[in-house]
């Protein structure tokens, strides 16, 4: 069988994840930076722009037959039913940049046949770097090994919830015993039960394929199941054409099969009326 990518591309991504990072920091250090607004009111700098380039154009180089999508791409079409799709998000925290804190990502995801399948997270102000390799992952901080804990569903525990209704909230914690984390502000959310901040995620807003790629697919490593829903609740892959969906979860491999079905039927009566 055909490995995902070749074992010594990895040292290649590492290299290209360090580079950025640490031009990202210099240039945050030295308020090198100009800030724009989106149409959709949120912020972006010229150093995401950079990135965003800058890394694409290295990964193109390194898998020349692969699509590519980023966040700053103003071309974010695909061949609908690509193989193999990159997601790169080159500032997964622009706000937080933006303010001077520490706390923002480089993001690297790779959906095979629409299935997230390899993740890079690299937090380079702490060195803080999780990533898949081809059967396991590999967690390290200051270049320090870290061990990668055995998760499994508490059943009293909380859940990052997005855009859950007071009704929605008030049934998880009765029927399951989850309270609601709020957003974690020093790590991607996703992540948070590596960290033990979450027993999982759950979201009913849109989330566009590069902030959930790479996290998705580390997470998958872990045994973390995922299910991604397009509007009216189709499930959604991420090579079908679209670059986000409308609702996912991301959750232990023994969550409870009543909770899953729960959020399924949720999904299937999101108002869309202002997406």
Not at 11 to 32: P, T
Not at 88 to 103: K, L, Q, R
Not at 161 to 190: C, G, N, R
Not at 245 to 268: H, I, M, N
Request: glycine fraction near 6%; charge should be negative; aromatic fraction near 14%.
């Amino acid at each position: 069988m055909n490995s995902i990518i070749p074992q010594q591309k990895y040292s290649e991504i590492l290299a290209l994840l360090n580079q950025v990072g640490q031009e990202i920091i210099q240039k945050r250090q030295q308020r090198d930076f100009e800030v724009f607004q989106k149409p959709d009111q949120s912020q972006v700098t010229n150093v995401d722009i950079w990135a965003n380039e800058f890394i694409i154009s290295r990964m193109q180089l390194l898998f020349p037959d692969d699509s590519f999508v980023g966040e700053e791409s103003e071309d974010k079409s695909y061949p609908i039913g690509s193989e193999r799709v990159w997601y790169i998000d080159p500032i997964d925290g622009t706000n937080n940049f933006v303010a001077g804190n520490p706390h923002f990502f480089v993001l690297i995801g790779l959906a095979v046949n629409g299935i997230p399948t390899l993740g890079f997270c690299y937090k380079p102000s702490e060195e803080l770097l999780i990533f898949t390799q081809e059967n396991d992952i590999v967690f390290t901080q200051n270049n320090i090994a870290k061990p990668i804990p055995y998760i499994v569903w508490n059943p009293v525990g909380s859940l990052v919830q997005k855009h859950v209704t007071p009704e929605q909230k008030a049934y998880l914690e009765l029927e399951f015993h989850q309270k609601k984390e709020p957003y974690i502000f020093d790590m991607v959310s996703q992540l948070g039960p590596i960290f033990n901040k979450s027993n999982g995620y759950i979201g009913f807003r849109r989330s566009y394929y590069w902030d959930i790629c790479a996290p998705a697919a580390i997470m998958s490593k872990l045994g973390f199941s995922h299910e991604f829903y397009h509007a009216f609740g189709a499930k959604a892959l991420m090579n079908d054409k679209s670059v986000k969906c409308r609702s996912y979860y991301s959750l232990p491999q023994d969550t409870p099969d009543e909770l899953k079905e729960w959020f399924e039927k949720e999904a299937s009566k999101l108002d869309i009326s202002n997406d």
